[in-house]
């Protein structure tokens, strides 16, 4: 078994300018992991380009530091998500792995409204949870605060695809083995 660890960044808003159902994935960025332990096995990570709300909110871009320039030059959806499956697939036994439910829900999304195959199985990991189940939190806490509460420190940009996904795999010692 491998457990992908997959953050994804989407359009977004804190103005409602972009409604919940209409988010979309702008950044892809995963991870793969031994079962057996914290080996990394691959990284993926791509920039998509939106198709319902293709300019990005002042917000979105403050938030992931993704700027229009770089989604403006990515492939649609669903060229990514061809790519992102074919790196999936190249693992044994790959478990879809995120930070709480909303990565797999966004995917979900994403898959139904360009009319694609989810690349996953039914199987999915909320890190979260098991994170805080680990340590007997009684409440979960965000990615940054479990890296604090373990003393690691955050490395990369938060709310960057790529860089959340890396800090969820060097949790992996409090997650799966």
Not at 114 to 127: A, C, K, M, T
Request: aromatic share 12%.
């Amino acid at each position: 078994m491998t457990y992908i660890i997959v953050d994804f960044e989407a359009t977004c808003s804190d103005r409602n300018e972009v409604p919940r159902e209409e988010m979309e994935i702008i950044e892809i960025g995963a991870v793969a992991l031994w079962q057996n332990g914290p080996d990394l096995r691959g990284e993926f990570q791509s920039f998509v380009k939106p198709t319902r709300h293709p300019v990005l909110t002042d917000f979105c871009r403050r938030l992931t530091s993704i700027t229009q320039k770089k989604v403006e030059a990515a492939d649609p959806f669903p060229a990514v998500l061809e790519r992102f499956a074919a790196w999936i697939q190249a693992f044994d036994s790959p478990v879809f792995c995120s930070w709480g439910d909303y990565d797999r829900y966004q995917l979900q999304q994403d898959c139904s409204y360009h009319d694609v195959p989810y690349p996953f199985g039914e199987e999915h990991i909320n890190i979260k949870t098991r994170f805080a189940s680990s340590l007997n939190l009684r409440k979960a806490c965000g990615l940054e605060q479990a890296l604090r509460r373990v003393g690691l420190p955050f490395e990369g940009t938060p709310h960057r695809g790529i860089d959340d996904a890396r800090n969820m795999a060097n949790l992996s010692g409090y997650l799966f083995f």
